[in-house]
């Protein structure tokens, strides 16, 4: 992924977050949690686009019998 393309789509989620923000009437504490959870995930997107964080493919699952 270009640099661009990074710096396009951060702008992108951000201007939708502030429109959401700004135009849907929602209670503080609704916003608050959308907004944390925006950040993360934005976070951590950008972990593993750098290569900082790699895929959950090493995540294991127990298998219930």
Do not use: E
């Not at 977050?17 to 995930?41: A, E, F, S």
Request: aromatic share 6%.
């Amino acid at each position: 992924m270009s640099l661009i393309s990074l710096v396009v789509t951060l702008i992108v989620i951000g201007v939708l977050l502030w429109l959401v923000n700004t135009y849907i009437p929602m209670d503080g504490k609704i916003k608050k949690i959308l907004n944390v959870v925006v950040v993360i995930c934005v976070v951590v997107w950008l972990l593993v686009a750098f290569g900082i964080l790699d895929h959950s493919s090493d995540i294991r699952v127990p298998q219930l019998k």
